[in-house]
């Protein structure tokens, strides 16, 4: 296997003809004898953890490391390739202390076991300062790739470690490879192409002249950008895949005549994706399907002494009371990803209401968190440890007050929360109210049956009324999104950290002796059909 690399920044491609191949499964070769790998890939994106989660029993890559002996083996001997689809060094409990050097050595050591190719994702560019990502960039042993981005950290020698596009040779085949990423905010030292789609099909064409059999894209991107992205295989066929990230949970859309394959997998590599890719008689054919990573992969010894014990003692020297427990719970707290971006979580609804009483004197009426801020995607109970709430929060999340009629509460905060598809961090955490919502129903009608505390019971949200809604300031600033500012009658600026006011909840409740116990009571109600 051979890397070519260009002045240009690094691309990956593969052409796709007909005959492609996709599937869930078991041994390879038990579901297609006749398919012989040329590669096998495996495709992750938005892991934050050094570690496992659920309490050690599900992702990590630590279980990454393991699936590489098992993807060679399945592939017949074939080559295998790491592909990171973005956001990895931030944000994280350990990178607020070490710059995202933890998740580099963790890489680092992937890279050791096989090829591994990344790309920055939009929380690579986190810090307003470009030292953290310089840093990143100096101590990484494998390419990073950024079609769309060129970086200027003041660092040359970081600066150029960051590619472009580029052209492999898997097996046989010709592949170029280009990358598509995006910023949340701009950023002095990020130079970027907005237009998405208009780059990637520039990259693809560059890649064509060069004579490659097969076009790749890693990308990190919202879905729907990437369905754009896709849709350019009608005019370049050999457009195979695109390796996306940024939703946080596993997708697939399939391969057709006019559209490429794209994947995506869960967070934390709780499910991350193999793709086999062999050439054929009409072209290159393409295997892709997912991997639950559980307790029946075996975590990497080696990983866990080189990468995760040395770098949790280093937590420890530098927070020795991070395993201090601060409170303690009846039942599990949900907070994976999975929940905490789709439907009413246990922990956001308590963190939720912690937000209510932000400002003493002035207590609101309803709050909402957006899913995203919730960080830690795990489950957890029994003891409530300090690094539980820290790794919940991964900046600092403050807390706003604006004054809103009930009509806009309704249209320019709930409707934008379940305005987008399954996944996203917009997804709301709510207090002081209850709503059902249906995903079939347009954007902007999809809320139904708004209800607030009235008495011991529950009465309609009144259009006119003024509600007084604690919200985070990454909502406040417009973050997701979210317009409800244009609309505010009046509002307080964010100031009280949620981290702190669960803190002090937390441990006022276990001083008393008391365990907090929240659970799911139909705050947020999807209509299924």
């Known amino acids: 296997m051979t890397f070519q690399r260009t002045s240009r920044r690094p691309l990956l491609r593969i052409a796709a003809a007909a005959g492609a191949l996709l599937a869930l499964a078991a041994p390879l070769a038990a579901q297609d004898p006749g398919f012989k790998p040329d590669v096998a890939v495996i495709q992750l994106n938005d892991v934050y953890r050094i570690d496992a989660v659920a309490n050690g029993a599900a992702g990590g890559l630590g279980r990454v490391s393991t699936l590489v002996d098992r993807a060679r083996s399945d592939a017949g001997g074939a080559p295998v390739v790491l592909v990171h689809s973005g956001d990895f060094i931030a944000p994280s409990l350990e990178s607020r202390y070490f710059g995202g050097l933890q998740m580099i050595a963790a890489m680092n050591f992937l890279a050791t076991r096989a090829p591994l190719i990344a790309i920055p994702g939009n929380h690579e560019f986190d810090e307003k300062a470009p030292g ?49 990423t995006f910023l949340d905010s701009p950023r002095d030292y990020a130079t970027v192409d907005a237009d998405h789609v208009a780059s990637a099909e520039r ?70 994706w193999e793709v086999f890719m062999a050439r054929g008689p009409s072209g290159p054919r393409i295997f892709a399907r997912p991997v639950v990573m559980d307790a029946s992969v075996a975590v990497d010894p080696a990983y866990e002494h080189q990468v995760r014990d040395v770098w949790s003692a280093r937590l420890r020297e530098k927070l020795p009371f991070v395993d201090a427990r601060i409170g303690t719970a009846s039942q599990p707290l949900d907070g994976r990803e999975e929940t905490v971006r789709d439907a009413e979580s246990n922990w956001g609804s308590w963190l939720a209401d912690q937000m209510r009483g932000a400002f003493p004197d002035l207590r609101a009426d309803v709050a909402v968190l957006n899913g995203g801020a919730i960080r830690i995607d795990d489950v957890f109970s029994g003891s409530i440890r300090w690094e539980h709430l820290a790794r919940t929060f991964g900046f600092p999340t403050r807390v706003g007050l604006v004054w809103l009629r009930g009509r ?19 997804f709301l955490q709510v207090s002081g109210l209850r ?90 109600v999807e209509v299924k059909h």
Do not use: C
């Open 132 to 180: 953290m990502l310089a840093g990143a960039l100096s101590a990484s042993h494998f390419p990073w790739l950024a079609g769309n981005v060129a970086v200027h950290t003041g660092d040359a020698a970081a600066d150029a470690r960051m590619g472009r596009d580029t052209v492999v040779t898997w097996g046989g085949m010709k592949v170029g490879i280009f990358t598509v």
């Open 203 to 272: 990259q693809i064409r560059e890649l064509e002249a060069r004579g490659v059999d097969a076009v790749i894209g890693i990308t990190h991107l919202e879905i729907a950008e990437d369905r754009r992205i896709a849709r350019l295989r009608r005019a370049h066929p050999r457009l195979l895949w695109i390796a996306g990230g940024h939703e946080h949970f596993l997708e697939r859309e399939e391969l057709t005549d006019t559209t490429a394959l794209i994947t995506k997998g869960d967070s934390n590599a709780r499910r991350v």
């Open 408 to 426: 806009d509460l309704r249209q320019t905060v709930l409707e934008q929360g379940v305005s987008g598809g399954r996944g996203e961090g917009r």
């Open 435 to 524: 709503f059902r919502f249906d995903r079939a129903r347009p954007v902007g009608q999809r809320v139904l049956d708004v209800q607030v505390p009235a008495g011991t019971g529950w009465a309609t949200l009144d259009d006119d009324r003024v509600y007084i809604v604690a919200v985070p300031d990454y909502m406040y600033a417009g973050g997701d999104g979210y317009s409800f500012k244009l609309r505010a009658i009046q509002s307080v600026a964010p100031g009280p950290d949620l981290k702190y006011l669960a803190f002090d909840a937390l441990t006022a409740a276990y001083a008393r002796g008391e365990a907090i116990a929240p659970v799911v009571e139909g705050r947020v």
